[in-house]
Nanobody, 128 residues
Framework: EVQLVESGGGLVQAGESLTLSCAVS????????IGWFRQVPGKERSMISC????????YDPDSVKGRFTISVDNAKSTMYLQINSLKLEDTAVYYC?????????????????????WGQGTQVTVAS
């Protein structure tokens, strides 16, 4: 059974940095795409970062480029999202997702329904 457990959210000040973690079990990073998504009330969950080791593809949209960095630690079976220079508009619930045999070429707006494995979500609130 695949399980994803997120941690690291909280209340932060604008301009600060934050690292979210997602511990993964039942799946290896070598044959899966891993993604970070975020969702605000009234809007759909949307991919903001993706990494796939199997086909060496990534997704790094202009909206977060240079501020969001996705990484993995194989030994800890954990994926991370580092967010720098936080902005008020980064306030959202952040989710990690993983899916076997998927490429990061599967991108918004079709990315979200392609993932079946999700973490529980972690709230990030940015204050001014």
């Amino acid at each position: 059974e695949v399980q994803l457990v997120e941690s690291g959210g909280g209340l932060v000040q604008a301009g600060e940095s934050l690292t979210l973690s997602c511990a993964v079990s039942g799946l290896t990073f070598d044959d899966a795409a891993i993604g970070w998504f975020r969702q605000v009330p009234g809007k759909e969950r949307s991919m903001i970062s993706c990494f796939s080791r199997s086909d060496r593809t990534t997704y790094d949209p202009d909206s977060v480029k240079g501020r969001f960095t996705i990484s993995v630690d194989n030994a800890k079976s954990t994926m991370y999202l580092q967010i720098n220079s936080l902005k008020l508009e980064d306030t959202a619930v952040y989710y990690c997702g993983a899916e076997r045999d998927l490429s990061c070429l599967v991108r918004p707006p079709i990315a979200t329904p392609a993932y079946d494995r999700w973490g529980q979500g972690t709230q990030v609130t940015v204050a001014s």
